[in-house]
């Protein structure tokens, strides 16, 4: 199977290649700006020192300031950092936010941790990285693994360093030190609404499809109550240990899952993660890690719509099967883009020291991602591509020619 890395290049040189750009165009776009590798000491409740891994990537900072999310997971290497960062500066040309891209993150099993040794861990891996972030350098979210908790102690490390409050150095952060509204249910709103729209293009009602959902963390669960919102029947999910059925309402599986720690409410059925990617449903969404989608899984697919909750849930072999059998991908950088769009207003509003309401917060979401929805649409159609292709090479041409317009120093 191809690395996260080999994937995300490959996407990039075909966007390359469509829009005809240059072997120079090639060379500034395919390399990250600025690469960071850290020890990360840890020292344990009982006394113990553990030295971990830590990662911050800046892959462009043409458009803006970098900005992507902290992941605290064991596979997590220098190689996956860099394509997540790579996607991260497609994503927020695309949406035209005014961002580069970046990832960081922790080889870490965060389960193994007590809470001071997430915070410990967190705090050090901060001050490791904080010569290279900052509001106006590279400004760090949530992602797999680490929550609004780890970003306040982020905020926290970074003010005490600068010696005054400096909220907008992360985004995700609790409401009350400047987080936004909107934030926490931000990416899977934006999963919901382009859902949404996939369905009306491929001529579904919403109101009468259903879904499945592989991954019920922060991403999968708030798509799940998007959806529901809008009608639409959510008909399994599940986590890193399986999927259930049968369950009466999203919300009621959520809070037997927070009480209990696991999906089984009752009613529930169990199936496997492959039996959820290969329910008969209109929409499959993958909402957990990458490569879930591959040569082996895509071919038993049977929905007639995939949105990428997930960044990189799908291998160019998986991609290339669904694309065969008509399937139409909503690719990651389109689809999960929320989450990035809100945590810019939340940083403009903290640079404003001004806070939107919620309503505010929800409509600019759903007008900025519809904007890109619709750009992707119609250049899919005009150039006979996919989704995918075409959110790319919209990505690919803004970065481009950012590129070009600053030229280069000295
Ligand atoms: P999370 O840690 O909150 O949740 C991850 C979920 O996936 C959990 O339910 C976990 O049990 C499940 N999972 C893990 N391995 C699995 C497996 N093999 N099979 C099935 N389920 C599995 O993480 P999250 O923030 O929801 O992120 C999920 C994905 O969305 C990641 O790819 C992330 O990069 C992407 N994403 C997140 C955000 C965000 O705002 N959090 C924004 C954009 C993209």
Known sequence: MESALETARQQLRRAVDQLQLSENDWQTLSTPRRILEVAVPLRRDNGNVEMYKGFRVQYSTTRGPSKGGVRFHPDIDMDETVALAMLMTWKCALTNLPY?????????????????????????????????????????????????????????????????????????????????????????????????????????????????????????????????????????????????????????????????????????????????????????????????????????????????????????EGDAILKDKGVLVVPDILANAGGVIVSYFEWVQDKQAFFWDADEIYQNLDSQLMKAIREVEAMSSEQDVTWRESAMMIGVKRVADAHKLRGLYP
């Open 100 to 316: 580069g891209g970046a990832k960081g993150g922790i080889a870490v099993d965060p389960a193994t941790l007590s809470v001071m040794e997430n915070e410990r861990l967190t705090r050090r891996y901060t001050s490791e990285i904080l010569p290279i972030i900052g509001p106006e350098r590279d400004i760090p979210a949530p992602d797999v693994g680490t929550d609004e908790r780890n970003m306040a102690w982020m905020m926290d490390t970074y003010s005490v360093n600068a010696g005054y409050s400096v909220p907008g150095v992360v985004t995700g952060k609790p409401i009350s030190l400047g987080g936004s509204l909107g934030r926490t249910s931000a990416t899977g709103d934006g999963v919901a609404i382009s859902t949404r729209e996939a369905l009306l293009v491929r001529g579904i009602d919403p109101t009468s499809a259903t879904v499945a959902i592989q991954g019920f963390g922060k991403v999968g669960y708030w798509t799940a109550v998007g959806l529901e919102k809008m009608g639409l029947t959510v008909v399994a999910v599940s986590d890193v240990h399986g999927g259930v059925t049968g369950f009466n309402s999203v919300t009621e599986l959520w809070n037997h899952f927070k009480e209990h720690g696991n999906l089984d409410a009752p009613g529930t059925d169990r199936l496997t993660n492959e039996e959820l990617l290969a329910l008969e449903v209109d929409v499959l969404i993958p909402a957990a890690l990458a490569d879930a989608i591959t040569a082996h899984s895509a071919p038993s697919i049977k929905a007639k719509i995939v949105v990428e909750g997930a960044n990189a849930p799908t291998t160019p």
